[in-house]
């Protein structure tokens, strides 16, 4: 008896223990630029046919009655966790190296191993080569290199990229191009603010920035987290409150069954 | 007086079952698409049976924004429809996805029933121009090219549905009917919260944690009784 009800409030209170991590997580990544909060994901388990009458009793007609048995669930379990890409806030910085996607779409960085991964973080730098990196060293694409002649780089809202020589003259460097997914929310973030494709998100398409529904570049800005603390504060009281609230079962369950223990005098 | 303690013993039993309906209720308060289980009572029916009434709360849950356009929600009646190994089944959890092979798919990789079948996007997800957009009779465009219309179910008899695990109902031997347009309308990049209301499910869990104590007592005071009829015969 009762230890299903028991292991089904565990559930539930492992489920909001694991929800309240989620949330510390987002808020630990508040001034985090670029992070998108994470939300996290439930499902109900199996269900089983119980039977309500298992007493034996005199009358007849109340055993074996089949629709005299009811389902009862097993408790929840965490699916996933789903991240939420609503824009974050834009911030002016001045330096010529950040930039913020003001609406839909990712940067595309190389990683070491060729492989790629998109990013909302562009607070890039120049590194040793001249080449155009994130702040954690992997080279933006399409690449971009500028010479020891280069002065400073304008970067347009669809994302052409012109250098400024030391003379004064300027000419195209290139292009930033943005990546857009089906379904962005089944991107896996690998950490260092990059995610990387799977099969619930689709395959990137990519395009040009300020063109067919991408996003425009802003050089001199970059885009904040998009985690509210206030909305924070509310799902972790929701969450404590929901953990509580399982414990409270466990609470009701174990003075039932110490009711039963006394039945026997 | 012996059949009052097996009916007090029939109510301890009962009230356990329905607690751990409770339990379940209360575990799965943040799960998307989730529908309250109503703690099950007996009843006598007219041909002096036991009758069991259990029912299944089917109120619209609340619906948060989630911005992604795989998120669907329903706004009023009805249900997805999803191919699973067992047959179809209804689910009103809308958070889908896109499967290897080009599918709408549930979380639990279910195809996901159009007016045509498994709705497939393969073909026309690599062009940039255009995005998926649904419109609230549940009419899935990629840019204007229409391609499925989501299929929106009512159960017949929503009293004989059973659950399966994920939030999806089977329908039993009625089945079900496609809802007619306009009688639902869809959101998309919205997800229905589950329709758990703790207090609701704390005050069930005080009541029949008082029920089971009065059942419990019963059983005390018949057993106290039958032990003094049994000293009668003593001299």
Do not use: W
């Amino acid at each position: 008896m009762g230890t299903r009800a028991l292991r089904t409030a565990a559930s539930g209170m492992y489920a909001q223990e694991l929800n309240i991590e989620v949330i510390s997580n987002n808020i630990a990544n508040i001034n985090t630029t670029g992070y998108k909060r994470n939300k996290a994901e439930f499902q109900d388990l199996m269900y089983q046919q119980v039977s309500v009458n298992p007493v034996s009793s005199s009358t007849p007609g109340i055993n074996n009655n089949p629709s005299n048995s009811i389902q009862v669930g097993n408790g929840v379990v965490p699916t996933s966790t789903a991240k939420i890409f609503t824009q974050g806030d834009i911030t002016p910085t001045s330096n010529q190296m950040d930039f913020a996607i003001q609406g839909d779409g990712f940067f595309q960085v190389r990683k070491a191993d060729g492989t790629f991964a998109y990013t909302r973080d562009g607070s890039f730098k120049v590194n040793a080569d001249g080449r155009i990196v994130t702040s954690s060293g992997y080279i933006v694409d399409p690449e971009l290199t500028l010479d020891e002649n280069t002065a400073g780089i304008t970067v347009s809202k669809d994302g052409t990229v012109s250098a400024q020589d030391s003379g004064g003259s300027s000419y195209v460097l290139g292009n930033i191009e943005l990546a857009r997914f089906m379904n962005p929310g089944g991107l896996k973030a690998l950490g260092n603010n990059l995610y990387a494709q799977t099969v619930s998100s689709g395959v990137p398409i990519i395009g040009t920035p300020s063109k067919d529904g991408f996003g425009d570049i802003n050089q001199g800005y970059l885009e904040s987290s998009n985690v509210d603390i206030v909305e924070e504060m509310i799902s972790m009281i929701a969450a404590q409150r929901a953990y509580e609230i399982n414990s409270k079962t466990v609470q009701t369950v174990q003075e039932m069954m110490r009711m039963a223990n006394n039945l026997k005098r | 007086m012996i059949k009052g303690i097996y009916t007090a013993a029939r109510g301890l039993n009962s009230r356990m079952k329905n607690l751990e309906i409770v339990a379940n209720n209360l575990a799965n308060l943040n799960t998307t698409g989730f529908k309250r289980v109503v703690p099950f009572s007996e009843i006598i029916n007219r041909y002096g049976k036991v009758e069991i009434k259990k029912a299944t709360d089917y109120q619209q849950g609340n619906l948060t924004k989630t911005s992604n356009p795989l998120d669907f929600a329903i706004s009023g009646k009805g249900f997805f429809v999803i191919q699973t190994a067992n047959g179809p089944e209804l689910t009103r959890d809308g958070k889908f996805k896109i499967s290897v092979d080009g599918h709408i798919v549930t979380k639990q990789g279910n195809k996901v029933l159009g007016k045509n079948g498994p709705i497939s996007v393969n073909n026309l997800l690599l062009d940039k121009n255009k995005r998926l957009t649904i419109s609230s009779n549940g009419d899935i465009r990629y840019g204007d090219i229409l391609i499925d219309t989501l299929l929106i179910a009512n159960m017949n008899s929503p009293e004989q549905s059973v659950r399966t695990a994920g939030v999806n109902f089977t329908t039993g031997n009625d089945g079900f009917q496609i809802a007619s347009r306009g009688s639902y309308s869809i959101k998309q990049g919205y997800q229905e919260e589950s329709n758990i209301n703790p207090i609701k499910e704390m005050e069930e869990m005080i009541r029949l944690n008082t029920e089971y104590d009065s059942a419990h007592k019963i059983i005390n005071y018949l057993d106290q009784s039958l032990g003094q009829a049994n000293q009668i015969g003593k001299v």
